[in-house]
């Protein structure tokens, strides 16, 4: 199986997007080699430990890719958390700050029971405020956060900081 080093080599740093002074890390070469894709999702189901989780939960957008695959391995069910507008019913939502911008995210509010078992997955940790949003969603449909876990971790951004969970997780640490 490749490892991290092998996901490593095949992200793709983009400089200036999507505006000036962001380097952005493109997962696409990750995703279009079934071999890395595959490890990538491994490697993050892996973070669950022994836990049996009732639902990984993705974030908007990249994070569903993952979160989809991740499910599947764990014999779990999917949850979207989206941008605001983009769920027909009925939703709780929170507002954050990202890295470049702000913006709403919203779940299903019967898409989670309380007390089941979560894995909460996303490409990347940057500053960590679409995730801390995320888990405030999560939280206050009572849910069992089990980790958070990113493939990506922009670790100069100290989005970690930000997540008020004690286990959070990167398969690459930058
Ligand atoms: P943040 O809320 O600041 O932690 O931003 C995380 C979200 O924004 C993730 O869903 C990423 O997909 C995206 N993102 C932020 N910064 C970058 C970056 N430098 N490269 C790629 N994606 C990014």
Redesign the pocket.
């Known amino acids: 199986m490749p490892t991290a080093a092998d996901l490593d080599a095949a992200i793709r740093d983009v400089p200036d997007f999507p505006k000036p002074g ?6 696409t070469p990750v995703l279009g080699d079934a071999t890395l894709f595959k490890a990538s999702l491994d490697l993050l189901a892996e973070t669950a430990g022994e836990h049996q989780i009732d639902k990984v939960v993705g ?5 569903f890719i993952f979160a989809a695959g991740v499910a599947q391995l764990l014999g779990a069910g999917f949850v979207p958390v989206r941008k605001k507008g983009k769920l027909p019913w009925t939703t709780h939502e929170m507002a ?5 911008g702000e913006s709403i995210v919203e779940i299903h509010a019967d898409a989670v029971k309380p007390g089941e078992k979560i894995l909460l997955v ?11 949003a995320s888990i405030k969603l999560l939280k206050a449909l009572d849910a069992d956060i089990v980790a958070v876990s990113f493939l ?1 971790e ?1 670790a100069s ?1 100290k ?1 970690r900081d ?1 997540l008020v969970h004690p286990h959070i997780n990167a398969i690459l640490t930058y």
């Open positions: 962001i380097l952005f890390k493109d997962i974030i908007d957008a990249r994070g954050y700050t990202l890295e470049y996303d490409d990347l940790l940057a500053t960590g405020g679409t995730a801390a990506i922009l951004l989005g930000a």
